[in-house]
């Protein structure tokens, strides 16, 4: 088939379109016991653009956790080379404030809709800011949101929907180097290991709003949606006596304008990304893939979506950590791109 520039460009988002917790493993973990009769949310990316390249087919697993769910119709394009993506027409980058987050641009109200969205981005070369979903335009002042930040800093914001895996050595691997991260622990993960959440707070990392159950919140009532992240405010104050601070992420990264102003309304900012991974599966080449896919990707202000779930991510962190701070990036908490504000 007869690849057209447009063609091109889709295949290139759509490679990077990466859904945070997409993860077989996470929905593995994840049909849980506390949710029952929730439908499974749809498999990440298939709501976007058909993928004009053949679907990668899941590499056979050698740690299948997998196993017991239902098939998952992954239908990702493989990712297009760096200079495919950098073929792409350049667009304008949306407002960004004088403390350097991104937010919504627009700053007339807008009462936003339910137009289902899926986070993603549109990899450049390696150093350059990627490039950002067109509907982020039309994001109001009051549809607060960050995805990626200014300056010599990385956010590294690690999800954890599905299995909170080998967490002695996540918690080793950030505090040897120093390093701060952003945890989105969602909130059947949250009661499964209250010490591991008292030890992030502990250790100076930032722990956010993820939901209850980690449904996407597309399927839910606004009166769900609340509930949904006042009970997970009510949790975190109770397993670490503080008051949680007002950081959010969508599950999946499934969205629409419609409730990430409910969200906003809540006093919270929607937190996307401008790394991510196919780290819901097991990795090909081990450990190197995530170091690649972070190193070949590092960019200003990198906010970098990781899932606990990955043995390999994991394995890879300490090294990931030294070369991203040999490269002259720090680790930086959300609180760093925007205080809250509430
Ligand atoms: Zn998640």
Same mark, same amino acid.
């Given at each position: 088939? =007869?690849?057209t #520039? !447009? ?5 290139? #988002? ?13 929905q593995?973990?994840?049909? +849980? =016991?506390?949710t029952?009769?929730?439908?499974? @949310? ?11 390249a ?9 740690? &299948?956790?997998? *196993? %017991?769910?239902? +098939?998952?119709p992954? =239908?990702?394009? $493989?990712?297009?080379p ?7 027409p ?23 809709n339910r *137009? $289902? ?6 990899k ?6 990627? %490039?950002f979903?067109? $509907?982020?335009?039309t ?5 607060k #949101?960050?995805w990626v930040g200014?300056g ?10 599905? +299995?909170?895996? &080998?967490?002695?050595t996540?918690v080793?691997?950030?505090?040897d180097?120093d390093a ?8 059947y993960?949250?009661?499964?290991d209250? &010490? ?21 919140? /597309?399927?839910?009532?606004d ?10 405010? *009510?949790l975190?104050?109770e ?5 949680i601070?007002?950081?959010? !992420? ?11 102003k409910?969200?906003? %309304? ?9 790394? #991510?991974?196919?780290?819901?599966? @097991?990795?090909k080449?081990?450990?190197?893939? @995530?170091? /690649? %896919? ?7 202000? /990198? ?7 990955? +043995? $390999? ?9 030294k070369a991203? *701070? ?12 925007e205080?809250p504000?509430r």
């Amino acid at each position: 088939m =007869k690849m057209t #520039a !447009r063609s091109i460009v889709a295949a290139a #988002a759509i490679a990077v379109l990466l859904v945070a917790c997409s993860s077989n493993r996470e929905q593995a973990a994840q049909v +849980p =016991k506390d949710t029952p009769g929730q439908s499974q @949310p749809a498999p990440p990316s298939d709501s976007a653009a058909p993928p004009p390249a053949p679907p990668v087919l899941p590499e056979p697993a050698k740690e &299948d956790k997998a *196993k %017991d769910e239902k +098939p998952q119709p992954e =239908k990702e394009p $493989e990712p297009q080379p760096v200079k495919e993506a950098s073929k792409e027409p350049v667009k304008t980058a949306p407002a960004q404030t004088a403390t350097g987050s991104v937010y919504g641009g627009s700053s007339k109200s807008d009462p936003g809709n339910r *137009k $289902e969205l899926s986070w993603y981005y549109m990899k450049k070369p390696k150093g350059q800011v990627p %490039d950002f979903p067109h $509907e982020t335009k039309t994001f109001s002042k009051d549809m607060k #949101a960050l995805w990626v930040g200014t300056g010599k800093k990385v956010y590294l914001t690690i999800d954890t929907g599905g +299995p909170l895996g &080998d967490t002695a050595t996540l918690v080793k691997s950030l505090k040897d180097n120093d390093a701060k991260a952003n945890f989105f622990i969602a909130g059947y993960n949250v009661k499964k290991d209250p &010490d591991f959440v008292r030890t992030l707070v502990a250790d100076g990392h930032l722990v956010a709003n993820h939901t209850m159950t980690h449904t996407d919140m /597309n399927l839910q009532t606004d009166e769900q949606i609340r509930k949904e992240i006042q009970d997970y405010e *009510k949790l975190y104050k109770e397993v670490t006596g503080k008051d949680i601070q007002p950081y959010f !992420r969508f599950p999946y990264g499934k969205y629409n304008t419609h409730i990430l102003k409910l969200v906003s %309304d809540m006093g919270y900012s929607s937190v996307f990304w401008s790394t #991510a991974m196919r780290d819901w599966e @097991p990795r090909k080449n081990g450990a190197e893939d @995530p170091y /690649n %896919d972070i190193m070949n990707n590092l960019h200003d202000g /990198n906010i970098i979506l990781m899932h606990q779930g990955s +043995p $390999e991510n994991i394995e890879a962190l300490d090294r990931i950590i030294k070369a991203v *701070k040999k490269a002259g990036y720090e680790f930086a908490l959300l609180t760093d791109i925007e205080p809250p504000k509430r």
